[in-house]
């Protein structure tokens, strides 16, 4: 990454009728930079990308990309970024190498097969080539979907949720290929439910219902919170964190599966003897990094969500 901006806005937002789903938006994208949108389902994290892409129009506020203005310059931004929406963009009657074709016909690209070839071998897709997309696991429509979107030799992606319900090792995989992608001077901008990828990116903007509520690393987002961080495994583990709200209203308390996080300077004993003696089984108990997770709900809570 270095210090040349790609990607700028400013003061963007965007309606839907009466309901806001962007407002005032604010940041900019370094050249070679793998930047994350987290958030909620609504927060606006897809219609920021679509307004990227030029697929939605901004209603105010200005936009820049390679130092061009989105209004102004549209066609001649296109040809230079590539989309993966949240939705498969493939044909599932044409084979992995025909819809490779398609979208090299559709931006334009002539001479497309030893791009094809180089891509297919990158994403270890080579064998599977002829195979009809309908046939695909749904990793394995995630990485064909990428081919497609670097067909044309983009120099920024757009990536919504590209991971979303595929499968863990397939979930590494294409972040393996996107680290790949990022260490040849491509710029990534990506949205991810799974906020543990997000450790991958050089910086995140966290967003909540239109607003951005932090932008930072993952590490300097860690660091916001100050207090410790104590995972507690038990069970029933709903009722252990019903009883921590009811009984210590000021201190944070987050569940996760089988265990709540405490966040707090208090010593954790006093929280795992109060549990016990309300008749909660407690399995384990150990001080824990802040993770994006805790950092996630921390600042949403502190926005009064």
Known sequence: MNNEIIIRLQKVSKKYFESEALIDINFEVYKGEMFGLVGPDGAGKTTLLKLLCGIEKKDSGEINIFDLDVDKYRPVINRKIGYLSQKYSLYGDLTIDENIEFFARIHGVKNFQLRRDELLEFSRLTKFRNRLVDKLSGGMKQKTALVCALIHQPSILFLDEPTNGVDPV?????????????????????????????????????????????????????????????EIVCSPVREAYKLILKYYPETEVQMFGDNVNIISNQPVGSFSSFLKDKGIQIHDVRKKIPSIENVFIHLLREGGD
Do not use: H, M
């Not at 294409?174 to 990116?201: D, H, M, N, V």
């Not at 509520?213 to 987002?221: C, G, K, R």
């Open 170 to 230: 397939s979930r590494r995989d294409f972040w393996s290929i996107l680290a790949e992608l990022q260490k040849q001077g491509i710029t990534i901008l990506i949205s991810t439910p799974y906020l543990e990828e997000t450790e991958r990116c050089s910086r995140i903007a966290i967003l909540n219902k239109g607003k951005i509520i932090a932008i930072d690393s993952p590490q300097n987002l860690k660091n916001k919170i100050t207090q410790n961080v104590f």
